[in-house]
T-cell receptor, first 115, second 116 residues
Framework: NAGVMQNPRHLVRRRGQEARLRCSPM?????VYWYRQLPEEGLKFMVY????????ESGMPKERFSAEFPKEGPSILRIQQVVRGDSAAYFC?????????????FGSGTRLTVV | AQTVTQSQPEMSVQEAETVTLSCTYD???????LFWYKQPPSRQMILVIR??????QNATENRFSVNFQKAAKSFSLKISDSQLGDAAMYFC?????????????FGQGTELSVKP
């Protein structure tokens, strides 16, 4: 049973380009969460999605960032017109439910570097 | 809003010894979950231990145990018989029962080194 799969593992983008980060949740998990980890900091919540729905995007920057979790395929975190401040590790986590004491299962993250 | 604070940026322990990592949190809620995660250099976030606030008994997972003091809003992690593989960043996290979806709120982390 594969865990949460994120790709790419490393992504380098020039300023102004678009970054697309992919997350395939664990089998049977329909809840996906995206977190961002800036250097020397803890993880910060960005967005929570269920299939075809954004449930909580309170942690998403207002501009340039978007997320989706289509009926088929992985969840996508999209960053348009990247800037140096977007350089961070982006983690995806999945859960079978939004209830209970689940601590989620995390992927290994995508390290985005903006040059 | 809830906050989680880890006041020890770095800790060090001798192999086979015991170390305690501190975590405090602030909340007005009475029911919630608390977690400790380990992040080794591979960056993978690994769940170490979890605690339900309504349970008075401290959670234990093999060499890992917590000291949960609800009134003091403290949730420390004790690692017994430390091993070289325990070296990592450790994050304390809070999860509300009331917010839809229950996002995790993380502390800043404590970097643990283990000396042979």
């Amino acid at each position: 049973n594969a865990g949460v799969m994120q790709n790419p593992r490393h992504l380098v983008r020039r300023r102004g380009q678009e970054a697309r980060l992919r997350c395939s949740p664990m089998k049977g998990h329909s809840h996906v969460y995206w977190y961002r980890q800036l250097p020397e900091e803890g993880l910060k919540f960005m967005v929570y999605l269920q299939k075809e729905n954004i449930i909580d995007e309170s942690g998403m920057p207002k501009e340039r960032f978007s997320a989706e979790f289509p009926k088929e395929g992985p969840s996508i975190l999209r960053i348009q017109q990247v800037v140096r401040g977007d350089s961070a590790a982006y983690f995806c986590a999945s859960s079978p439910s939004d209830q209970g004491n689940y601590g989620y299962t995390f992927g290994s993250g995508t390290r985005l570097t903006v040059v | 809003a809830q906050t989680v604070t880890q006041s020890q940026p770095e800790m060090s322990v001798q192999e086979a010894e015991t170390v305690t990592l501190s975590c405090t949190y602030d909340t007005s809620e009475s029911d919630y979950y608390l977690f400790w995660y380990k992040q080794p250099p591979s960056r993978q976030m690994i769940l170490v231990i979890r605690q339900e606030a309504y349970k008075q008994q401290n959670a234990t997972e093999n060499r890992f145990s917590v000291n949960f003091q609800k009134a003091a809003k403290s949730f420390s992690l004790k690692i017994s018989d430390s091993q070289l593989g325990d070296a990592a960043m450790y994050f304390c996290a809070y999860r509300s029962l009331y917010n839809q979806g229950g996002k995790l709120i993380f502390g800043q982390g404590t970097e643990l080194s283990v000396k042979p």
